[in-house]
């Protein structure tokens, strides 16, 4: 039987030597992303996209609270992207807590490699 309430994944990955949490929690219209290596909430972000009437689409990123300083609003960008492509129309609350203040390439591309594995 199917439990009542949201959907969530949770799943566990090696992030630049740290031990890091994922989970995904499914709502009606928002997608919420925890990524985290503290046990706990980080920075939250809010992202979006919208389509125009040419097809063309523009994603949106906006920080709601948290480490101002460490604006790491690029993968909420790209987390966006995913979610577009793999739930239409849904929405992305992301929290990020790193040990690093300023993650590589490597990271930022292993953070969505594991976001399209969870979502696809």
Do not use: C
Not at 20 to 49: C, D, I, P, R, W
Not at 52 to 77: I, K, P, Q, Y
């Amino acid at each position: 039987a199917k439990t009542p309430g949201p959907e969530t994944v949770q799943v566990q990955h090696q992030l630049a030597g740290e031990d890091t949490t994922f989970v995904f929690t499914e709502f009606g219209n928002k997608l919420f992303v925890v990524v985290t290596q503290y046990n706990k909430l980080g920075t939250v972000y809010e992202a979006s996209a919208e389509t125009n009437e040419a097809g063309s689409v523009t994603f949106s990123t906006r920080m709601a609270f948290g480490d101002r300083a460490a604006d790491l609003s690029v993968f909420a960008r790209g987390i966006m992207e995913v979610v577009h492509q793999t739930r239409p129309g849904k929405g992305l609350i992301l929290s990020l807590a790193l040990k690093v203040k300023k993650p590589s390439a490597e990271v930022f591309k292993e953070i969505l490699r594991i976001a399209r594995s969870v979502l696809d």
